[in-house]
């Protein structure tokens, strides 16, 4: 039976953070986390490295797949932009034939597969189809590994904007603006220099896609309204070895005037407490002479010693962050499936540690 959530519909969480950083495995993690605690869950990663699926265990691909999980529900599928973009062209389209031809236009392609700030763009899309689709409480979002955490956010307005009636109406308005235009700046010079093939498509590009601007401003709308919601929060992953690299501060602020709260910070890979032993009191083999087990328990102890300042310093780093968010430490595993399950106990919806 088709499950039907409250009227206020699915709460979203998006995980930022730079590249290198853990962001995908930990969006895993807490997609696992929601899904064992009862919540019907689906994950969505604009990762292009893949390293979800591989976390996950399963083959992801356009359309959610489902999770094998002893307890709950999870759903997954890995952002394929391309793909994505043209069923958008397709759904979006009045006319299937202009559909078709938007899609067999060399333009068009070169276009989407070049697009600055494509993988954003279509994330917004696939988040919005999630979002309304019926089947799920969670929607998690794995962001892009970019330098700028806040892409994701300013990708409805740079959406609006790319697919503007006032921009399009421009070149496309009277039917023939486009072909004036060229004409003017020298279509001819153009058509000598890469074909005259190539302006064609050009023209017909803007003439077939500005019939689908309509839907992909909607879909912009949509999330803006999600994101000031309340029904989204965002989580910043930090590395406790370089908390730095996160920028936790700046983000927080840019955020604050981009509308959707900072659910906490997740800060990745914390050192765990080291009991110091007392290994001087305790004798050594009787075949090692003396000398030799004193140099063994120095070494030890000192190995010892660095992990125990480590944590000491993860645990300053914790404190100093949870003064302004909330903040989950979470431990350095090696990644797996059962890392996953590991992990999901120190993230939401567990709470806060820091």
Same mark, same amino acid.
């Given at each position: 039976?088709?499950?039907?959530?409250?009227?206020?519909?699915?709460?979203?969480?998006?995980?930022?953070?730079?590249?290198?950083?853990?962001?995908?495995?930990?969006?895993?993690?807490?997609?696992?986390?929601?899904?064992?605690?009862?919540?019907?869950?689906?994950?969505?990663?604009?990762?292009?490295?893949?390293?979800?699926?591989?976390?996950?265990?399963?083959?992801?691909?356009?359309?959610?797949?489902?999770?094998?999980?002893?307890?709950?529900?999870?759903?997954?599928?890995?952002?394929?932009?391309?793909?994505?973009?043209?069923?958008?062209? &397709? #759904?979006?389209?009045?006319?299937?034939?202009? @559909? %078709?031809? /938007?899609?067999?236009?060399?333009?068009?392609?070169? !276009?989407? $597969?070049?697009?600055?700030?494509?993988?954003?763009?279509?994330?917004?899309?696939?988040?919005?189809?999630?979002?309304?689709?019926?089947?799920?409480?969670?929607?998690?979002?794995?962001?892009?590994?970019?330098?700028?955490?806040?892409?994701?956010?300013?990708?409805?307005?740079?959406?609006?904007?790319?697919?503007?009636?006032?921009?399009?109406?421009?070149?496309?308005?009277?039917?023939?603006? &486009? #072909?004036?235009?060229?004409?003017?700046?020298? @279509? %001819?010079? /153009?058509?000598?220099?890469?074909?005259?093939?190539? !302006?064609? $498509?050009?023209?017909?590009?803007?003439?077939?896609?500005?019939?689908?601007?309509?839907?992909?401003?909607?879909?912009?709308?949509?999330?803006?309204?999600?994101?000031?919601?309340?029904?989204?929060?965002?989580?910043?992953?930090?590395?406790a070895r370089a908390p730095e690299r996160g920028g936790a501060d700046a983000f927080r602020e840019?955020?604050?005037?981009?509308?959707?709260?900072?659910?906490?910070?997740?800060?990745?890979?914390?050192?765990?407490?080291?009991?110091?032993?007392?290994?001087?009191?305790?004798?050594?083999?009787?075949?090692?002479?003396?000398?030799?087990?004193?140099?063994?328990?120095?070494?030890?102890?000192?190995?010892?010693?660095?992990?125990?300042?480590?944590?000491?310093?993860?645990?300053?780093?914790?404190?100093?962050?949870?003064?302004?968010?909330?903040?989950?430490?979470?431990?350095?595993?090696?990644?797996?499936?059962?890392?996953?399950?590991?992990?999901?106990?120190?993230?939401?919806?567990?709470?806060?540690?820091?």
């Amino acid at each position: 039976m088709r499950h039907t959530p409250a009227a206020a519909g699915p709460r979203v969480h998006v995980v930022c953070g730079v590249g290198g950083v853990g962001k995908t495995t930990l969006s895993a993690a807490m997609a696992l986390g929601f899904a064992r605690a009862g919540q019907r869950t689906v994950v969505i990663t604009v990762d292009p490295a893949r390293r979800l699926a591989e976390a996950l265990g399963v083959v992801l691909g356009g359309e959610p797949t489902p999770v094998p999980l002893g307890e709950g529900r999870l759903d997954a599928l890995m952002l394929d932009v391309a793909g994505t973009f043209d069923r958008t062209v &397709v #759904a979006l389209s009045a006319d299937p034939e202009q @559909a %078709r031809a /938007l899609l067999a236009n060399r333009y068009y392609r070169a !276009v989407v $597969d070049r697009l600055a700030g494509g993988p954003e763009y279509i994330a917004l899309v696939q988040l919005d189809r999630l979002v309304r689709d019926g089947r799920w409480d969670v929607v998690v979002v794995d962001t892009p590994p970019a330098e700028d955490a806040l892409d994701l956010f300013r990708a409805p307005d740079r959406l609006r904007k790319v697919f503007g009636r006032s921009v399009l109406w421009a070149l496309v308005g009277g039917g023939s603006r &486009v #072909a004036e235009l060229l004409t003017r700046a020298g @279509a %001819r010079t /153009l058509e000598r220099l890469i074909g005259e093939g190539v !302006v064609q $498509d050009i023209v017909d590009f803007f003439r077939l896609v500005a019939g689908t601007t309509g839907g992909f401003r909607a879909h912009a709308d949509s999330v803006s309204s999600l994101f000031a919601s309340g029904r989204a929060s965002t989580w910043l992953v930090a590395d406790a070895r370089a908390p730095e690299r996160g920028g936790a501060d700046a983000f927080r602020e840019a955020l604050a005037a981009l509308g959707p709260p900072l659910g906490g910070i997740l800060l990745n890979r914390v050192a765990p407490d080291v009991d110091l032993v007392d290994l001087p009191s305790i004798p050594g083999p009787t075949d090692l002479p003396e000398a030799a087990w004193r140099e063994a328990v120095a070494a030890i102890g000192q190995v010892a010693r660095d992990q125990a300042a480590e944590a000491a310093r993860h645990r300053a780093v914790a404190a100093r962050l949870s003064a302004t968010a909330p903040v989950w430490p979470v431990p350095d595993l090696e990644p797996g499936a059962e890392a996953l399950v590991a992990l999901a106990a120190h993230l939401p919806p567990a709470p806060p540690r820091g």
